[in-house]
């Protein structure tokens, strides 16, 4: 029979989901339950001189009201979970409700409880709080310039940490033949999934055990965590996460409100709910991106780059996220190279306190963020020796045969074939019709840009041992267990915490080739601590590549286990008993045979097992991985400027990527498709934007433009597989390419559309007034 | 996002709502379609005493054809607005506003009467309201008057609107037969609101002189307003690409260009002399 | 005080359903929390992404920027009311045959507007399909696939009507 992986299988998650019959937080009702509302400073640094919250506590309805100081020494402060060796961290105290000073626009000040969430919003405007409003500072270059604001009496110059990796020195650079000096930043987005953050507690006074529903990536991680802060037992906590609307790397914190929402269930003994607005969640859900980067490239005139440097200010809010300061450092600063063999290479990361709302990763997570400066300075670079963008790449690229390839920070590249991609996307895209086709209508006077981006990923967190090295307070690796009913269905339990990546459909054909039952005989189970055991969610593009990878090993320990039964079933030696489309059989001996359903009753009963076997089905797998995945490709966009507004049309656009052996390619599709939204958005229109001093100025979809249907054309995808050797299916991430490659990709696009004009660089997002502008300056200069 | 309290009243005829209003002491607001009404509560930016829906009164969705001027209903959505063919035979632009207003959802819901009464200048009716004359008809406890669109916002959410008082239709002049008309729109890519949008309505004589011209424009100010001297310097002239450039030149004269972080004074005052004239030359082909 | 209650009553998924509501209350909140039919999703407070997009008296709107008063009498259908996993709308099993959803969140919203847009527009060019999606945000699709539901429903329908002699 064939493979079901590699086919294009309809979704098993969505007739639940197309029918409103998905259950997500918000519409979880228990009886009892109470509602929270936060009231969060205006400022962007004040002292809290007071707070009177009697007029809030005495309106009917209300339940409680807590203060910062109401809960000093009874919540602890929320940690960060990343602390990179040598980066000398300085870690501040971030308090689930700010007890002196407030120090972002959405610091949690107050909390109110009520019997409805219409009182609770009510309550929350009948507390007055008295503040001292104190200098502040929003942009991390200027936090860390010389008599700016320090936010923290024990951290100098506002410095969280700075970290160094490789080394370039001076002559590296001043004996090149070129040398290019750029500023390539990417700018500050919110993560923006449809559905806000949320969380339901639930306490029972009784057996003393604790329910947090949360919206989370990585339910293992909410209670390891929440379990410091809150000084509440692993073992008594129990983490779900209901189906949930997106996460993109925002609910992959642990956060002040969760803490608080189980404080209070706790509390008072009754449920609490607390879902965040949309405006809430631009004040107070984690940021992704915000690093000013500025790099120097050296290369020859034939187009070799022989050395990068960068200096990265990474904002990293008012307080440490939870990833926050891995993301610069790690993600960012050992991908410099990207898919380049390139002989040095340093980053040197500034992670800058300011008076905002925290950073933490977004999709991607860093990659996108040195993609972006890569992929824009080679094209920059390509310009200077005027040589075309294509053959650049060619040029440095690793070659195949270089693979296990060690890049210039020490990483080992997995696999890869990058001028196979390159060129699969070069034709695809008729790319010299298109240089002459841009040629005929620059004449014209019509203005169309072509921009590349290659890149390479760091995904598939990742073996547990380099987790260590590099400060994270947790394992990357996965497990899972498959459980075989006495009937011969299955259920399946993983670690990962899909929310709407469809592991449920992808994993179950992993599990179905191997098993051969039907595939409606498997079930998942995951997001819940209590069926679970210990697993590290989703984010990295880790779940396929480390959780898939534990399934598929833990669903070979099922058949290898039956296979022992089966041949003591049927007399025969181990050795000769064959296993395929879920049938046990003598070899050579098609009569003599065992239906894997007959081996699931026989080990359930237990009635003859061989001696020593322990009886059921059921079999386990904790599998650290041997290194992370390393997914690549290249995009290609195609974009038309509007000289006289600004205004940018795309075209076309063209994306080869390759993630190693693909599973489902419709979902795998889906994931390049969402994951180039957002990257063009980054481009084109996203950016969380505050003042000078750490005002909100971007609070609802009004201001922050989220991407819409009719913003794209339809985007021209194919997939190449070069194999991971790194885990047994050979796959790799797949959801974080789309996003790593098109920010460069748009980009450059605009900058090659804009290149005759003599514009040079433009800050992303690229705005049609930024756009207009950067004309009437560089017409202006030519 | 939740409104703060209030009283709810339906109103069953014209006379009904305004005894409501007036019962309301000032502290009364008319709920029509309410897309512009309920987002300005739900952020309790406007906190009324009492709402008077006015949906069921009969009556105020006509529209009709009276002394050279078009009737709209004031309850008229967008969505009916762009089907309908007597509007569309005697003012496609309007009809071409409505439909590029808000989105599917949205032009189901708005109505015509609650986007120009609100005064918000980023509404898409004002430029052709603006262009053809447009009047208000306002009836309220000092009985009924006409009141002119021009003239009717003084800043945004801020009109002459009098109090205890509800619209009821808005009238437009129907251009001649010879003109040709656009409402070309560049739409702010958050809102979907325009950052600037040009009503143009424009024709010749028979020596090809511009014998009608008149231009609406919305979006960019604090209040949507016709660009007079545009207009004036086209009147009675042969058009030319060199006479469009010039008078779109005057888009913004007399206008203070307002600001937001998709797009500056500066910008929007560019963008308005790019429409204008774009627009200019779709209709003086 | 303002807050004297109302009665609303409105015929949900062809059921009628009444409660005494604050006039306040929004529409989606009447649905959602009051008559517990939880398939409409709320993701902004402005307006503008449609995750919360039913039918009232047959056309889309935004459940959000609608008072649930102002609903009273009306005709109003849900995700819920428009198929069932044994019977799946058309639009519902595009958008499960063209893979037009990944979380879920806002694909009853879509749903639903896709529906009204249909209704308007039955044959719809893949731009004009993007035009009409313009209420909708999605932040997982990219929106490609949901514009392939949306075109292949518009097939789907299509072959219905001729069938039942329709069109």
Not at chain 1, 680 to 709: H, I, N
């Amino acid at each position: 029979m064939e493979k079901m992986v590699g086919q294009r299988i309809k979704r098993k998650e969505d007739p639940k989901l197309i029918t409103g019959n998905g259950v997500y937080l918000d519409d979880i009702k228990i009886p009892g339950l109470l509602h929270a509302s936060i009231l969060r400073s205006p400022h962007p640094h004040a002292k809290i001189v007071s707070i009177d919250k009697e007029k809030a506590l005495a309106h009917p309805g209300v339940v409680a009201v807590y203060t910062g100081k109401d809960l000093e020494g009874k919540i602890n402060p929320v940690p960060t979970s990343w602390k990179v060796p040598g980066m000398n961290l300085i870690e501040t105290k971030q308090y689930p409700l700010a007890i002196d000073t407030a120090r972002y626009v959405g610091d949690g000040v107050a909390m109110v409880i009520a019997e409805s969430k219409y009182t609770a919003r009510d309550a929350v405007e009948m507390i007055e709080v008295e503040y001292e409003v104190l200098p502040s500072v929003a942009n991390q270059k200027e936090a860390r310039k010389e008599g700016a604001h320090q936010i923290y009496e024990e951290v100098p110059d506002n410095v969280a940490f700075k970290y160094v990796a490789g080394e370039v020195t001076d002559e590296d650079l001043e004996n090149a033949e070129v040398l290019i000096k750029g500023t390539y930043n990417t700018q500050r987005v919110a993560p923006s999934p449809m559905e806000t953050r949320n969380s339901l507690a639930q306490y029972n006074p009784g057996s003393g055990d604790l329910k947090l529903y949360v919206g989370s990536q990585n339910p293992h991680i909410h209670r390891m965590v929440l379990s410091e802060v809150l000084n509440f037992p692993e073992h008594k906590f129990h983490v779900k996460v209901a189906d949930m609307g997106g996460g993109f790397g925002g609910k992959i914190g642990v956060y002040p409100d969760e803490a608080l929402v189980s404080y209070a269930a706790m509390d008072l003994k009754r449920p609490v709910k607390w879902v965040e607005t949309r405006n809430e969640h631009f004040q107070s859900a984690n940021a992704g991106r915000d690093m000013m980067v500025d790099l120097e490239l050296a290369g020859t005139k034939d187009g070799k780059i022989t050395a990068l440097r960068a200096v990265n200010h990474a904002n990293i809010g008012a307080y440490l996220a939870t990833f926050g300061p891995g993301n610069p450092t790690i993600d960012f600063g050992l991908m410099l190279s990207g898919p380049y063999k390139i002989e040095k290479a340093q980053c040197t990361t500034y992670g800058m306190y300011t008076n905002t709302m925290s950073v933490d990763s977004y999709r991607g997570a860093g990659k996108p963020e040195v993609t972006f400066m890569l992929e824009r300075a080679v094209e920059d670079f390509a310009r200077k020796i005027n040589m075309d963008p294509v053959e650049v790449r060619r040029i440095n690229f690793a070659s195949k045969e270089e693979f296990p390839f060690t890049n210039a920070q020490g990483l080992i590249y997995d696999s890869g074939d990058y001028v196979k991609a390159l060129d699969k996307a070069v034709e695809n895209a008729g790319y010299q019709e298109l240089r002459e086709k841009q040629k005929e209508l620059r004449a014209q006077g019509r203005y169309i840009g072509i921009g590349l981006s290659s890149y390479v990923e760091l995904s598939g967190f990742g073996p547990s041992a380099v987790a260590g090295g590099i400060g994270f307070q947790g394992g990357i690796w996965e497990n899972s267990t498959v459980r075989v009913h006495p009937g011969g269905t299955v259920t399946v339990y993983t670690g990962t915490s899909p929310h709407g990546q469809g592991h449920d459909t992808t994993f179950s054909q992993i599990v179905k080739d191997k098993l051969g039952i039907p595939y409606e005989d498997i079930n998942f189970v995951f997001n819940d601590t209590r069926a679970v055991s210990m697993g590290w969610g989703t984010y990295g593009s880790r779940s396929l590549a480390v959780g898939g990878n534990a399934v598929a090993l833990a669903t070979d320990k099922v058949v290898e286990k039956g296979r022992l039964l089966a041949a003591h079933l049927l007399e025969a030696d181990v050795e000769s008993i064959d296993f395929s489309e879920g049938i046990y059989s003598v070899r050579g001996e098609a009569g003599r045979r065992k239906t894997f359903k007959e081996i699931a009753k026989a080990a359930n009963f237990a009635w003859n097992m061989p001696e020593g076997m322990e009886p059921g089905l059921e079999e386990k797998t904790f599998f650290d991985p041997s290194n992370f995945t390393y997914p690549f490709g290249t995009h290609i966009a195609v974009v038309e400027v509007d000289v006289e507004t600004g205004g940018i049309k795309i075209l076309r656009y063209i994306a080869v990527d390759d993630s190693g052996k693909i599973v489902n390619p419709t979902v795998a599709e889906g994931q390049i498709l969402g994951g180039i939204a957002q990257g063009v958005g980054q481009a084109l229109w996203e950016g969380v934007q505050y003042d000078e001093k750490g005002q909100l100025q971007s609070g609802s979809f009004m201001d922050y433009t989220m991407p819409k249907a009719n913003f794209f054309p339809k985007i021209e995808m194919e997939f190449t597989e070069t194999l991971s050797p790194v885990n047994q299916l050979g796959t790799k991430g797949v959801a974080e390419s789309g996003t790593t490659g098109s920010i460069a990709a748009a980009a450059n696009a605009v900058m090659d559309a804009l290149a005759p004009l003599g514009v040079i660089s433009i800050e992303l997002p690229l705005k049609p007034e930024k756009v207009w502008k950067a004309i009437q300056k560089g017409g202006a200069k030519s | 996002m939740i409104p703060s309290q209030f009283k709810y009243v339906s109103a069953q005829s014209i006379e009904e709502a305004i005894s409501m209003l007036q019962e309301a002491n000032g502290e009364g607001k008319i709920l029509a379609g309410g897309h512009s009404l309920v987002p300005l509560l739900k952020f309790r930016i406007t906190t009324p005493g009492t709402l008077v829906d006015i949906t069921r009164i009969p009556g105020l969705k006509e529209v009709r054809v009276e002394d050279g001027r078009l009737i709209v209903g004031a309850l008229k959505t967008h969505f009916e607005i762009s089907r309908n063919e007597t509007i569309i035979e005697n003012i496609p632009s309007l009809a071409k506003t409505a439909s590029e207003t808000g989105d599917l959802q949205v032009r189901n819901y708005g109505t015509i009467g609650g986007n120009i009464v609100h005064g918000d200048p980023v509404a898409d009716y004002p430029a052709i309201a603006l262009a053809l004359d447009a009047e208000l008809k306002v009836e309220g406890e000092d009985g009924t008057e006409m009141m002119p669109v021009d003239g009717f916002a003084l800043g945004p959410l801020i009109t002459m609107m009098p109090e205890n008082a509800l619209v009821t239709e808005v009238s437009f002049e129907i251009p001649p037969e010879h003109v040709a008309q656009t409402y070309l729109k560049y739409t702010h890519p958050a809102t979907g609101y325009p950052l600037v949008g040009v009503a143009a309505i424009a024709g010749t004589d028979s020596g090809g002189a511009i014998d009608y011209i008149r231009i609406g424009i919305t979006g960019v100010s604090d209040v949507s307003y016709r660009a007079r001297p545009v207009e004036e310097h086209l009147m009675g002239k042969k058009p030319s690409k060199a006479l469009i450039e010039e008078a779109a030149a005057l888009a913004t004269e007399g206008a203070e260009m307002g600001s937001d972080l998709f797009a500056s004074p500066e910008y929007r005052a560019h963008i308005t002399n790019v429409y204008v004239r774009r627009a200019l030359h779709e209709v003086l082909k | 005080m303002n807050n004297e209650l109302v009665n609303v009553t409105i015929t949900l998924n062809g059921e009628k359903r009444s409660a005494d509501v604050e006039p306040r209350m929004l529409l989606v909140h009447f649905i959602r929390d009051v008559l517990n039919v939880t398939g409409s999703h709320i993701g902004c407070d402005t307006s503008q992404c449609g995750n919360c997009t039913i039918l009232v008296n047959g056309r889309s709107t935004k459940s959000c920027t609608l008072l649930a008063v102002r609903a009273d009498g009306s005709d109003v259908i849900t995700v819920e009311g428009i198929g069932t996993t044994e019977k799946l709308h058309p639009i519902q099993q595009a958008f499960w045959d063209e893979h037009g959803l990944q979380c879920g969140y806002c694909t009853p919203g879509a749903m639903m507007a896709s529906i009204d847009f249909l209704t308007q527009n039955p044959d719809p060019t893949d731009e004009e399909i993007r035009e009409g999606l313009d209420g909708i945000i999605c932040r997982c699709t990219g929106y490609e696939f949901i514009v392939n539901a949306v075109r292949s429903a518009a097939k789907m329908m299509n072959e219905d009507n001729a069938v039942k002699g329709e069109v």
